[in-house]
C-alpha cells in the first residue's frame, strides 16, 4: 500500500497526539477510493478539516469533487474552503443536508457519534440508495469509546427517548462499562457502556443486517475506522482486497486497546499532577501568608522567650527560618 504522493499533518489539530482525526487512516482509506474509482466524495463532520485537506488533495489528483458536511465548521476549515473553490462546504447537520444534496459515490460519516444520529444518517441515505447503488460508506469511530457508548454534540438535539444519560463530569475508561473519576474527559458521552440502541458500530451494524448484499470491514487502528458497501459493486473485490487483510485483525486489536489503555492511563497521572500542583499551589500561598502574618511573628518570638526562660512547650512552633527553607526547596 502506498503512501499518498502529499503530505498531510495527521496532528495539525490534535496537540495531544491522541490521534482523533481519521486523516490517521489515510493510507488506507484513499486507496480504497481509487480503487473504486470515487469521483465524488461527502465528509460528514469536517468540524477543522483535517481530513477535508486529505481529500481535496487527493480529489485535485483524482478528479473528484469534495463536500464538507458540518453545521459549525472551525476557521481552518472556513479557510480550507475559502482557499480551494473545488471544495464545497455545507453548513447544515448532515440530517438536514443527507436529503437533498447529490448522493456522491463515497460518503464519510464522522460527525456526531451516536446511534440515532448514525441510524438517522443511514436511515437516510439507505432511502435514496436501496440497493446495489449505495454508495460506499467510510466511518470512524468505530471501536472505543465510542463504537459501543453514545456520545453527543448537543444532547437537546437527540430525543429524549433515544437519549442515554450522560456521564455529567466524570470520565471513562477502556474496560469499564461506567464511569470514573480521572477518566478520559467525555462528559457528554452516555454513561454506560453497551447495549442496543448504544454507540456508533450498534447503529452500522444494524443498517448492514438489514440489507442484502452490504458488506460491513472494521480496522481496528486510532479509534476504529470502517467502511460499508454492496458487495456487487464492480469494484467490490478490489476494496476486500485492500481490507480483508486489516478486517479486525487481532494483532491490529491489541495494539489499539494498548494504545486507548495508555492514553488513559497518562491522561489520569496528567490529572493527579495537576492536583498534586494545585495542592502545592494552596500550600505555598498558605505559608507565603505566614511569612507576612504579625501573629505568627508573636508566636514565634514568644516560644522562643520560653525556650531561652527553661519553660517547656508540648509543641514547637515552626521558625520563619525553617519556612523560608521549605519555600526554596
Given at each position: 500500500?502506498?503512501?499518498?504522493?502529499?503530505?498531510?499533518?495527521?496532528?495539525?489539530?490534535?496537540?495531544?497526539?491522541?490521534?482523533?482525526?481519521?486523516?490517521?487512516?489515510?493510507?488506507?482509506?484513499?486507496?480504497?477510493?481509487?480503487a473504486a474509482a470515487v469521483k465524488s466524495v461527502a465528509e460528514v463532520g469536517a468540524f477543522a478539516g483535517d481530513l477535508t485537506r486529505v481529500l481535496v488533495?487527493?480529489?485535485?489528483?483524482?478528479?473528484?469533487?469534495?463536500?464538507?458536511?458540518?453545521?459549525?465548521p472551525q476557521p481552518g476549515l472556513e479557510q480550507l474552503a475559502?482557499?480551494?473553490?473545488?471544495l464545497e462546504l455545507i453548513r447544515e447537520t448532515s440530517i438536514d443536508a443527507l436529503p437533498r444534496i447529490e448522493l456522491p459515490d463515497a460518503i464519510v460519516i464522522d460527525g456526531d457519534h451516536n446511534y440515532y444520529t448514525v441510524s438517522e444518517e443511514l436511515r437516510?441515505?439507505?432511502?435514496?440508495a436501496p440497493g446495489v447503488?449505495?454508495?460506499?460508506?467510510?466511518?470512524?469511530?468505530?471501536?472505543?469509546?465510542h463504537g459501543r457508548r453514545d456520545d453527543y454534540f448537543d444532547p437537546d438535539q437527540i430525543p429524549a427517548d433515544a437519549r442515554h444519560r450522560t456521564a455529567d463530569g466524570d470520565g471513562i475508561v477502556p474496560g469499564d462499562?461506567?464511569?470514573?473519576?480521572?477518566?478520559l474527559p467525555y462528559p457528554r458521552s452516555a454513561a454506560h457502556e453497551g447495549g442496543p440502541g448504544n454507540g456508533v458500530l450498534t447503529a452500522i451494524e444494524d443498517f448492514v443486517a438489514a440489507r442484502e448484499g452490504v458488506r460491513l470491514a472494521v480496522v481496528p487502528i486510532f479509534f476504529g475506522f470502517a467502511v460499508a458497501w454492496h458487495t456487487d459493486r464492480p469494484w467490490s473485490e478490489q476494496v476486500a482486497a485492500i481490507l480483508d487483510p486489516l478486517d479486525r485483525n487481532p494483532v491490529l486489536e491489541r495494539l489499539e486497546a494498548n494504545r486507548v489503555t495508555h492514553l488513559a492511563r497518562g491522561y489520569q497521572r496528567?490529572?493527579?499532577?495537576?492536583e498534586l500542583q494545585r495542592r502545592l499551589t494552596r500550600q505555598q500561598q498558605l505559608l507565603e501568608r505566614l511569612l507576612d502574618s504579625s501573629a505568627f511573628a508573636v508566636a514565634e518570638k514568644l516560644s522562643r522567650l520560653?525556650?531561652?526562660?527553661?519553660?517547656?512547650t508540648e509543641q514547637s512552633v515552626v521558625s520563619k527560618d525553617e519556612i523560608r527553607a521549605a519555600l526554596r526547596d
Open positions: 500500500m502506498t503512501r499518498p504522493a502529499y503530505e498531510f499533518d495527521p496532528y495539525l489539530n490534535d496537540p495531544e497526539g491522541w490521534g482523533v482525526s481519521l486523516a490517521q487512516v489515510a493510507e488506507i482509506m484513499l486507496p480504497c477510493l481509487d488533495a487527493w480529489g485535485a489528483e483524482a478528479g473528484a469533487r469534495v463536500q464538507a458536511i458540518d453545521p459549525a475559502a482557499e480551494h473553490p473545488q437516510l441515505i439507505g432511502g435514496r447503488e449505495l454508495p460506499m460508506l467510510l466511518f470512524h469511530d468505530v471501536r472505543w469509546p462499562p461506567g464511569v470514573v473519576v480521572g477518566g496528567q490529572t493527579e499532577l495537576w520560653r525556650a531561652g526562660a527553661g519553660i517547656a
